[in-house]
């Protein structure tokens, strides 16, 4: 996917994209924390977040970028986005209104799994 973007260069030059050209976004709610969701970002999504404060993304499904909440209402305001160390993905801090989740759970994560490990 070869979009035009005005994206910051030195900001695209750390962003370490998968082959499909995109980074993996995990979203976080600024009061308390809890991790929200994982969606992906290109150099455009990553551009339209920090420019408009409103969380896009690229939706790999329909192939087209989203603003959180435009259809639903339930929109996340950027507080802050940060890059990790390796520069292959984003932590992005938003203020969440309504669910997180395209099910209406207010996170994504809500399946937990058994873990059947020893401590250590």
């Not at 976080?28 to 969701?37: F, I, K, N, P, T």
């Not at 984003?90 to 399946?111: I, K, R, S, Y």
């Amino acid at each position: 996917m070869a979009v035009k973007t005005d994206l910051d260069p030195a900001v695209a030059a750390r962003l370490k994209r998968g082959s499909d050209g995109l980074v993996a976004a995990i979203v976080r709610e600024h009061d308390s924390g809890a991790v929200l969701m994982l969606a992906w970002m290109d150099d455009e999504a990553l551009h339209r977040t920090l420019t408009t404060g409103r969380a896009t993304y690229w939706s790999r499904s329909r192939r087209e970028y989203w603003v959180k909440g435009a259809t639903s209402g339930h929109h996340q305001y950027v507080r802050s986005v940060a890059l990790d160390c390796d520069g292959d993905a984003l932590l992005v801090t938003v203020e969440q209104v309504g669910a997180a989740c395209h099910t209406g759970a207010p996170t994504c994560f809500f399946d937990e799994l058994p873990v059947s490990g020893g401590e250590s």
